[in-house]
């Protein structure tokens, strides 16, 4: 401990993290067993953490004891994971965390996150002034979440820089609102009555972050959008053949209400009125009306991870009142036998127009989108809705036959599975990375949102979001995906920047992010090297004490890191530095390259 208490700094919250982590040591060294059978696992150079990788060389026995071990491996994340947000600070307004969690793109309303949620609005309720967050107060709203938030501030979700990537969201949104042309569909009298001027655009990444901006909490009907989730929902519990015996894969070259059906006397596709028509025939054929209509708003609803998905009763009544193209296509569908077996058509056209008027607003239609995004399982509820043949086939009609008379033009310049409505919703997914839903009212002549074509032009031309980008030779456009670590020489200097600087706040976080502490510059100096020779005695501590590099490492000079805290009598450093090389044993020295593998899902294993 005397080289804790040698430290000259101000910083008591990195002290006692220190501490802390020199007694969990002690305690693990004599406690933890391993059996001979088990292989130790290198974690990142965490406190707690790493003295745990230490304590689990000492095979002596088949009695491990897990829950310990685990206890310890989460409160050296949870500690390393509070310094990293507060920046070194022992305590910082509640709000401040809230806002750096919004930064990262997940929401206080996530469902993954109610338990902490739960611990922050009992402690306001219970706080008669600003509630502050310390390291106790963190540990008990993050217990049951640290991997999730781990994962969100170490910036190892789909999108790294969130933050940077809704400011692009936001300028494309605001280029888009500029464009006044297109009509509000009016053949429905209910859709007339929404104002020419809501625009909307939320997105969700298949990690769950969120982001949106504009009038994305207005509801609205989805109308055809609610297409290719009914095709999906068929599929997924009746199977892609037995649905493709009544409709067809091919897009038509038709307007989407027309009375048209391909060679094989079949609906073209389900994007069109006639094979969604068919398709809702399809569904709990032996149901009643109300128990069919139940079934499918509860599949929305899982797809929506519990978010608002309602009915429009008033815009059921207009669609039945002006259907009449809707009831010639369904007795055209009924004289060429196109409907099952006993199906009754009047039914099936009725349940169409229910579907229809399902109401959602852009946050919860963006969780739908994000759901297809990520193979059938909602990002922020975890759960399998869908199997992953639907979604592929659901996907692939999306391409080729969503957006009306526009799909090839789309295909071509957009390159994304959506599909549009009349209300002036479009559904947009980016397999495997994020769903987005836009809305506007005023429709193109092919009835396409404007606005919502606009912005997905505008989204394409900046990101290497289109199908056939190649992403590793057109520079020209933007991958949101790319994580800033990615640039390894980039990476270096700043980590040595740090160093230099003394900035134990950056080293944290490099440090979260599983960077190895110990690279080296051009002359072979590491991040230990440049912080002794500058005299930062906290940077150093934090180097040896928490990330447990090697000390005996030598630059092209052939001098250690003591030996330049020495040269320029950085008397400190040199107290801290001869104590940690007393204690550091060969344990402690460079792991091999299997156990660098320092994530988070080599955690997740040892948890």
Aim: glycine share 6%; aromatic share 10%.
């Amino acid at each position: 401990m005397h080289c804790i208490k040698s430290l000259r700094t101000t910083n008591t919250g990195i002290l006692q993290l220190l501490k802390n982590t020199v007694n969990s040591a002690r305690v693990g060294t004599d406690n933890i067993v391993l059996s001979r059978t088990h292989q130790p696992v290198q974690l990142l150079y965490w406190s707690a953490a790493s003295h745990i990788q230490r304590s689990l060389h000492h095979q002596v026995g088949p009695d491990e004891d897990h829950g310990r071990c685990k206890t310890r491996l989460i409160s050296g994340l949870e500690d390393l994971l509070f310094y990293t947000i507060t920046e070194g600070k022992e305590m910082i307004p509640l709000s401040q965390f809230i806002f750096a969690l919004k930064k990262t793109g997940l929401l206080t309303s996530d469902p993954r996150l109610r338990d902490c949620v739960r611990q922050m609005r009992q402690a306001t309720r219970d706080s008669t002034g600003p509630v502050m967050m310390d390291q106790t107060f963190f540990r008990k709203c993050a217990g049951n979440n640290i991997m999730l938030l781990t994962q969100a501030f170490r910036k190892k979700f789909i999108i790294p820089d969130f933050e940077e990537f809704a400011k692009y969201i936001n300028e494309f949104y605001y280029s888009a609102q500029q464009q006044e042309g297109g009509q509000v569909a009016d053949y429905i009298p209910q859709l007339a009555k929404f104002s020419p001027d809501l625009w909307g655009v939320s997105l969700c990444t298949v990690d769950g972050q969120r982001h949106s901006v504009g009038d994305t909490k207005v509801p609205f009907c989805l109308q055809s959008c609610v297409k290719p989730l009914e095709y999906a929902f068929a599929v997924h519990e009746l199977g892609t053949g037995h649905v493709h015996n009544f409709v067809g894969k091919e897009p038509s070259g038709l307007k989407f209400n027309k009375l048209s059906l391909n060679e094989e006397d079949k609906p073209h596709n389900p994007m069109v009125n006639a094979g969604a028509i068919v398709i809702s025939s399809l569904i709990k054929p032996v149901s009643n009306k109300a128990e069919r209509f139940d079934h499918v708003m509860e599949f929305l609803k899982r797809m929506a991870g519990t978010e608002y998905v309602g009915f429009s009763n008033a815009t059921f009544q207009s669609e039945k009142e002006t259907g009449d193209r809707n009831y010639a296509i369904g007795y055209y569908l009924k004289e060429k036998k196109c409907f099952p077996q006993n199906a009754d058509m009047i039914a099936a056209l009725d349940f169409y127009f229910q579907l229809c008027s399902i109401e959602v607003t852009c946050e919860s239609g963006s969780v739908m989108a994000a759901t297809l995004a990520n193979g059938g399982i909602c990002p922020i509820t975890g759960e399998r809705v869908l199997s992953a043949e639907a979604v592929r086939n659901t996907l692939s009609l999306m391409h080729s036959c969503g957006m009306y008379d526009f799909s090839g033009q789309f295909a071509f310049h957009v390159g994304l599975p959506a599909k549009s409505g009349v209300s002036g919703a479009v559904l947009l997914v980016v397999p495997n990375v994020m769903g987005m839903m836009c809305w506007s009212p005023p429709l193109d002549r092919l009835g396409n949102s404007v606005r919502g074509i606009y912005f997905c032009q505008e989204l394409v031309s900046h990101f290497n979001f289109h199908n056939y980008d190649n992403l590793r030779h057109f520079a020209k456009k933007h991958d949101p995906r790319r994580r800033s670590h990615d640039d390894t020489n980039k990476m270096v200097v700043n980590l040595m920047f740090a160093a230099y600087s003394g900035d134990v706040s950056a080293l944290r976080r490099f440090a979260l992010s599983a960077v190895n502490m110990e690279e080296r510059d051009y002359d072979s100096r590491t991040p230990l090297h440049i912080a002794a020779a500058e005299g930062h005695v906290e940077a150093v501590a934090f180097l040896t004490e928490v990330c447990k590099v090697n000390p005996h490492v030598k630059d092209r000079w052939d001098n250690t890191p003591l030996d330049d805290a020495m040269q320029f009598s950085h008397d400190g450093v040199v107290s801290v530095l001869q104590e940690y090389q007393r204690v550091y044993s060969d344990n402690d020295s460079q792991p091999d390259a299997e156990e660098q593998k320092t994530t988070l899902d080599t955690l997740k294993v040892v948890v």
